[in-house]
């Protein structure tokens, strides 16, 4: 079946601009999670869906990040007004159960550099 | 003190012998703890999780866990130059009443034939 899938692959934005980055989960699933990768260093949690619920938004770095998830299947992560500081690979997990707990499937990743 | 540390490497091992990789964490209510592969490149990939102290083998695969130390471990037997990637350790950690998954920053393993 297919697995947890990501567009753009690669986004390239002049700093200002806003960017929305897709994440497709692997059907079924009612866990969702967004994370930020920095160049050297692990994941850093963003946010937390339960089917359509952001039940935690706590790692979101600032109210220019918003994350939403109206279906409970896709889910969208924009940035407004982008930053220099933004850019990194930008990971989305799913996971069949409820919590952090279940093995989380990760997507290929958006690579977002800010110029 | 970050809440998962690893030794961040560079650990090179020569083929066919066991690479150990090590992992600490903060939080003494973790529960659950996982060991994924990263490719250069790629996105991450579980290769073994872990509930339970003691050990837990998966073909080439131990996972190692002391929660009375706070640490998890894992060694791979019978290295391979495929096995050559970045490896994160990660917890679940209760924050604020959720848990999160937190990473390691991952230690790079290099496999030399």
């Known amino acids: 079946g297919a697995g947890v899938s990501q567009s753009p692959r690669y986004k390239v934005a002049k700093r200002g601009q806003d960017v929305a980055l897709r994440c497709d989960p692997i059907s079924g699933h009612v866990s969702l999670f967004w994370y930020q990768q920095a160049l050297g260093q692990g994941p850093e949690f963003l946010t937390y869906?339960?089917?359509?619920?952001?039940?935690?938004k706590s790692g979101l770095p600032s109210d220019r990040f918003f994350a939403e998830r109206p279906e409970g299947s896709v889910s969208t992560l924009k940035i407004q007004r982008t930053q220099q500081e933004d850019s990194a690979v930008y990971l989305c997990?799913?996971?069949?159960?409820?919590?952090?707990?279940?093995?989380?499937?990760f997507g290929p990743g958006t690579r977002l550099t800010v110029l | 003190q970050k809440e998962v540390e690893q030794n961040s490497g560079p650990l090179s091992v020569p083929e066919g012998a066991i690479a150990s990789l090590n992992c600490t964490y903060s939080?003494?209510?973790?529960?659950?703890f996982f060991w994924y592969r990263q490719y250069s490149g790629k996105s991450p990939e579980l290769i073994m999780f872990i509930y339970s102290n003691g050990d837990k083998e998966d073909g080439r695969f131990t996972a190692q866990l002391n929660k009375a130390s706070q640490y998890v471990s894992l060694l791979i037997r019978d290295s391979q130059p495929s096995d050559s990637a970045t490896y994160l350790c990660?917890?679940?950690?209760?924050?604020?009443?959720?848990?999160?998954?937190?990473f390691g920053t991952g230690t790079r393993l290099t496999i030399i034939p």
């Open positions: 939080d003494r209510g973790s529960q659950s």
């Open positions: 869906f339960q089917n359509e619920a952001q039940l935690d």
């Open positions: 990660a917890v679940n950690i209760l924050y604020f009443g959720n848990e999160k998954l937190t």
């Open positions: 997990a799913s996971s069949l159960g409820a919590g952090s707990g279940d093995e989380q499937f």
